[in-house]
């Protein structure tokens, strides 16, 4: 996805803090970028397969938090 895809699908998370946490990820392998040169030039992030086996088990967190009412 592109940032601007990805910011629509969190709207109260600022801009800023979203680029911040998307440098995080690619330091930990969870996602990777792809710039392209355009025009306009323009970067999409994907997840590795890392980040595929984290978003499963945050999946599962997800789940048992509203089950229990936590959420």
Known sequence: MRFKEID???PLIAR???GTR??????VGAVSREVFDGPPMFSQ???TDL???IS????VLENAARS???L
Not at 22 to 27: G, I, P, Q, T, V
Not at 56 to 59: D, E, G, L, N, R
């Open 56 to 59: 499963v088990a945050a999946s």
């Open 8 to 10: 629509g699908q969190f």
């Open 22 to 27: 998307l440098s995080e990820l690619r330091e």
């Open 16 to 18: 800023q803090v979203l």
């Open 51 to 53: 980040g595929r086996e």
């Open 68 to 70: 229990s009412g936590e």
């Open 45 to 47: 992030y994907s997840l």
